[in-house]
């Protein structure tokens, strides 16, 4: 955008470029981009997934007799109920480095909490962001 004239006169380009240089979703995101483009660098941590053993509701305590795990096949042996949750698998957003700063998984945006750390929390919370402003922009343009 830059070679546009009206891009470069537009008052609220300057507070959208200082946010994506103050606010860490952000800069986050800004600095992600660059990294993956520009680097060999992973952004996200591959983490697996499993299964889960708790107790039975009312309880605090599990005992098992006996486990055997046989490939894909559990095999458990207990004298109480037990609770099985399936946990899949995930990508988890890593601390980024970018020309030598570090920008840590961003908590907060416009001093707000994000409410998780999650790719798709903070995905969504970028597009809201963009999308607010691109609506800005159209207005200020026509």
């Given amino acids: ?10 008052t609220g380009r300057g507070r959208i470029e200082k946010l994506r240089d103050s606010d860490p979703l952000l800069a986050y995101l800004c600095n992600a981009r ?3 483009e ?4 992973e952004i996200t941590d591959k983490v697996p997934g499993g299964i889960g053993v708790g107790p039975p509701r009312g309880s605090s305590s599990v005992h098992i007799k006996t486990m055997r795990i046989n490939g ?7 004298d109480q109920p037990l609770t099985f949750s399936v946990i899949r698998p995930r990508l988890a957003l890593k601390t980024i ?7 840590p998984v961003p908590t907060t945006h416009l001093g707000m909490p994000l409410g998780g750390v999650d790719l798709v929390t903070v995905a ?14 159209e207005q200020e343009f026509g």
């Fill in 1 to 10: 955008m830059k070679e546009r004239p009206k891009w470069q006169g537009w």
């Fill in 34 to 36: 660059g990294a993956d």
């Fill in 38 to 41: 520009h680097s060999v660098a």
């Fill in 72 to 78: 894909p096949n559990i095999h458990i042996e207990s």
């Fill in 97 to 103: 480095v970018n020309r030598g700063r570090e920008y």
């Fill in 124 to 137: 969504n919370a970028g597009i809201n962001f963009y999308e607010d402003a691109l609506r800005s922009i």
